[in-house]
C-alpha cells in the first residue's frame, strides 16, 4: 500500500534551516509528483511547491522562493523540504502530499511534521 | 492571492444534508476542472474525498457528491453521521503564480 512517511518534529530558532525528509513507498516513486503543503497552528492549508522525482525539476509558491529547497534520493525513495532563515510564522506542520500530475488532486499524504520556530 | 473563500462553519442533525461552498474566480475554480476536496480530522493528514469537481475516489463514501457552478464549487454531504465531523478544504489549480489554491477551510458540526 502507498505510504509517505515523514521525518519527527523539530524544533528550531529563529534565522535557522529545517529540513524534512518524506519517504514514500508502495508505488513507483518516480511517476508521481510531490507537493508540500504547510499548516500553522489552527490554521488552513498552504501550498509550498512540489518537485518531480524523476527529473528533480522543482517550481515553488512565490512567498517562499528563495528560502525553499525541495529535493529528491531517487535511491531511498525520499524527497526533502528545506526552509531556510525561519521565523516564528513558519511554526506550522509541514506535509508531503503525492500528486500524478503537475496539478492537484493530491491522493495521499504524509503524516505530516511539526516544525517549531523559537527562541 | 486571497485563498479560495469558504464558510467558517456549517452544522447539520444526523440524517440531514449539507452544502459547503468554495468560491474562487475565473483564473482558478471556474477555469479549470482542478477542484478538489479534502476532509481533515484534527491532528491528522487531510484525506482526498473529491476530486476533478465531481469525483469520488474508490472507497469514499457515495454520501458524498460535489458540483461546480460559474466560480463556486460546492460539497454536498447526505445522511450526515457522527463521523462526518471534521474540517473540510476545498483546492483549486490557479493559473496565477501561486499554482495552488486551497480554501480557508470549513468545521462541520454534526448536532
Redesign the interface.
Known amino acids: 500500500q502507498v505510504q509517505l512517511v515523514q521525518s519527527g518534529a523539530e524544533v528550531k530558532k529563529p534565522g535557522a534551516s529545517v529540513k524534512v525528509s518524506c519517504k514514500a513507498s508502495g508505488y513507483t516513486f518516480t511517476d508521481y509528483f510531490m507537493h508540500w503543503v504547510r499548516q500553522a497552528p489552527g490554521q488552513g492549508l498552504e501550498w509550498m511547491g512540489w518537485i518531480n522525482p524523476n527529473s528533480g525539476g522543482t517550481n515553488y509558491a512565490q512567498k517562499f522562493q528563495g528560502r525553499v529547497t525541495m529535493t529528491r534520493d531517487t535511491s531511498i525513495t525520499t524527497v526533502y523540504m528545506e526552509l531556510t532563515s525561519l521565523r516564528s510564522d513558519d511554526t506550522a506542520v509541514y506535509f508531503c502530499a503525492r500528486c500524478r500530475r503537475v496539478t492537484p488532486p493530491f491522493d495521499y499524504w504524509g503524516q505530516g511534521t511539526l516544525v517549531t520556530v523559537s527562541s | 492571492q486571497s485563498?479560495l473563500t469558504q464558510p467558517a462553519s456549517v452544522s447539520g442533525s444526523p440524517g440531514q444534508s449539507i452544502t459547503i461552498s468554495c468560491t474562487g474566480t475565473s483564473s482558478d475554480v471556474g477555469g479549470?476542472n482542478?477542484v478538489?476536496w479534502?476532509q481533515q480530522y484534527p491532528g491528522k493528514?487531510?484525506?482526498?474525498i473529491i476530486?476533478?469537481v465531481t469525483n469520488r475516489?474508490s472507497g469514499v463514501s457515495n454520501r458524498f457528491s460535489a458540483s461546480k457552478s460559474g466560480n463556486t464549487a460546492s460539497l454536498t454531504i447526505s445522511g450526515l453521521q457522527a463521523e462526518d465531523e471534521a474540517d473540510y478544504?476545498c483546492?483549486?489549480?490557479t493559473s496565477n503564480?501561486?499554482?495552488?489554491?486551497?480554501?480557508?477551510?470549513t468545521k462541520l458540526t454534526v448536532l
Do not use: Q
Not at chain 2, 493528514?45 to 482526498?48: E, G, I, V
Open positions: 485563498a479549470y482542478s478538489s479534502y493528514a487531510p484525506k482526498l476530486y476533478e475516489p478544504y483546492s483549486s489549480y503564480s501561486t499554482y495552488v489554491l486551497f480554501g480557508g477551510g
